[in-house]
């Protein structure tokens, strides 16, 4: 009663349970017999149904900056006994930087569905994009429909950092320093290299006053910062200070053009 209806089919000898909506689980263990065509019947007998439901480990979406992902492993009802499972992180794009390796046995307690994986996220200072890594079950023990189920689970983490601008700087020097060190910098890290074209363009200051330069520098991930460095000419003539610009042209990378200078 409140559970459901069991059904015979009288060809087949075939013992079929339907639940009635809402009913989850297991049925009561039920007592029956059979009877043949001269009327003899046999001893009565206990029927125990088991079901079996599919254990799923969801995919969930982060941002970089909530600290932890909560990954819920679920089942598709509860079980009449504990469903334990044991828990691997894997890297994709997302490496052990962005998380913590996590391995850690769960249990879904009997007549539960749900318990959650916690695993925490690296709030870093580079710009990177959307990355994941995966979450694996493997069944330890309980009763599951193995064959519907899906022990993978995908985190993406969204990056929080602003995409990086792009400084070439300013710099006085004396015509008797031998060399202007020029700095090329990223306002944040990147994940990936930045390669820039650099060439130098008369001003006030002719290639008489340094020597023209061309050449390409990489501001290598994860850092912030290269030197271009061009040669100043100590003349022995009199006149006024002169200047010289630096201009660079991004080959790759990804940074923020607009407001890069």
Known sequence: PGEGTWTVNPTTG???????????????????????AERNQ??????VLTVR??????DVTVNEGDGTASVPVTLGGPSSVDTVIDITTTTGTAG??????????VTIPAGQTTVNVVIPITDDLIDEPN?????????????????NS???????IVDNDATP??????????????????????SVPSSVDTVIDIVTTTGTAGTSDYTATTIQVTILAGQTTAN???PITDDLIDEPNETFTVNGTLVSGTIDAANSD
């Open 53 to 58: 439901y599919p254990v799923t480990i969801g």
């Open 42 to 47: 046999s001893n009565n007998a206990t029927l």
């Open 96 to 105: 052990t930087s962005d998380y913590t390796a996590t391995t850690i046995q």
């Open 131 to 147: 990355e994941k890594f995966t979450v694996n079950g493997t069944l330890v023990s309980g009763t599951i429909d193995a064959a």
């Open 14 to 36: 075939a013992i079929t349970f339907t639940p009635i909506s809402g009913f989850t689980g297991t049925p009561s263990p039920i007592q029956y017999n059979v009877e043949d």
């Open 165 to 186: 601008t792009v400084t070439i700087g300013d710099v006085t020097v004396n015509e008797g320093d031998g060399t202007a060190s020029v700095p090329v910098t990223l």
């Open 150 to 156: 899906d022990f993978i689970g995908e985190v993406t």
């Open 228 to 230: 271009v460095v061009i």
